[in-house]
């Protein structure tokens, strides 16, 4: 043998014997280990990658879901707000209409306002109280600032009341200011005229209350305050409208009154 061939053998023994005692150690040698390392690296860096990537898109959809979730919240919390804020103003008016009630001592109900008619024709309100509750037709119907018509149906739980803004209302009023006397008319508009009176001496300013002589109303109502007086050429009197201190349409709680003849 020559000592080339004692060389190779003795390496093939050396690196046999190295084989086995690392098998011995640490098990088989899988030969793909090399392969797959740097192939899981490249996975886990691409990974990496595409995760960087992904957050800036990731973080702003989470940011845009919470600021839904913000909005919401605020919604929430305004129609809450505008909710007590409603509920505050009914209960200051109420508390108002409470105090006018017992200085009413012919008062009957309080009512809220639950539709309106505004047709120029025809202009009717309905209200929540209705003859179980002392509601009868002819009844005046009033706020705390003044009259704003009177009963013409009740039913059980509800009535209709025809507004002083109606073509059809009338009530006899007088100057608060010189006791002129006349009769209160609606035109199918958001104000009323004086008619069939002693008017030459109404001027604007004037306020006018109801004079009871109707038997309808009870007297010292306040009812509105003339803003205009105008010859009117085709008639011997004049033109006087009246802007009422309620305006019927814009009207949610109420007071019934009861005439003087029922009381």
């Known amino acids: 043998m020559t000592k080339k061939s004692q060389l190779l053998f003795l390496l093939y023994l050396f690196l046999s014997v190295s084989l086995m005692s690392v098998q011995s150690i640490r098990g088989r040698i899988q030969p793909l280990f090399f392969i797959n390392y740097p192939l899981n690296f490249i996975n886990e860096t691409i990974k990496s990658i595409i995760y960087q990537v992904e957050k800036p898109f990731v973080t702003l959809s989470l940011l845009e879901k919470k600021n839904e979730q913000l909005q919401k919240e605020i919604e929430t919390?305004?129609?809450?707000?505008?909710?007590?804020?409603?509920?505050?103003?009914?209960?200051?008016?109420?508390?108002?209409?409470?105090?006018?009630?017992?200085?009413?001592?012919?008062?009957?109900?309080?009512?809220?306002?639950?539709?309106h008619n505004p047709d120029m024709w025809?202009?009717?309100?309905?209200?929540?109280?209705?003859?179980?509750?002392?509601?009868?037709?002819?009844?005046?119907?009033?706020?705390?600032?003044?009259?704003?018509?009177?009963?013409?149906?009740?039913?059980?739980?509800?009535?209709?009341?025809?507004?002083?803004?109606?073509?059809?209302?009338?009530?006899?009023?007088?100057s608060q200011d010189n006791r002129t006397e006349a009769i209160l008319t609606g035109v199918g508009e958001d104000y009323c005229t004086l008619r069939y009176g002693i008017m030459e001496e109404a001027?604007?300013?004037?306020?006018?209350?109801?004079?009871?002589?109707?038997?309808?109303?009870?007297?010292?109502?306040?009812?509105?305050?003339?803003?205009?007086?105008?010859?009117?050429?085709?008639?011997?009197?004049?033109?006087?409208?009246?802007?009422?201190?309620?305006?019927?349409?814009?009207?949610?709680?109420?007071?019934v009154v009861a005439r003087p003849q029922d009381m």
């Open 203 to 255: 001027a604007a300013g004037d306020t006018m209350i109801t004079s009871g002589l109707d038997s309808l109303y009870p007297m010292g109502i306040p009812v509105g305050k003339v803003i205009a007086v105008e010859k009117n050429p085709s008639m011997f009197e004049q033109d006087i409208k009246v802007a009422l201190f309620a305006n019927p349409l814009k009207i949610d709680e109420v007071m």
């Open 122 to 174: 025809s202009q009717t309100m309905e209200i929540n109280k209705g003859y179980k509750d002392g509601v009868k037709k002819d009844m005046a119907v009033r706020t705390v600032q003044g009259l704003i018509g009177k009963i013409i149906k009740s039913d059980a739980h509800y009535a209709t009341v025809l507004l002083l803004t109606d073509v059809s209302s009338a009530v006899a009023v007088k």
């Open 77 to 115: 919390l305004l129609l809450k707000n505008q909710d007590y804020q409603e509920k505050a103003r009914e209960n200051e008016r109420l508390k108002e209409l409470l105090k006018l009630k017992y200085d009413t001592p012919n008062y009957v109900a309080t009512a809220k306002a639950i539709s």
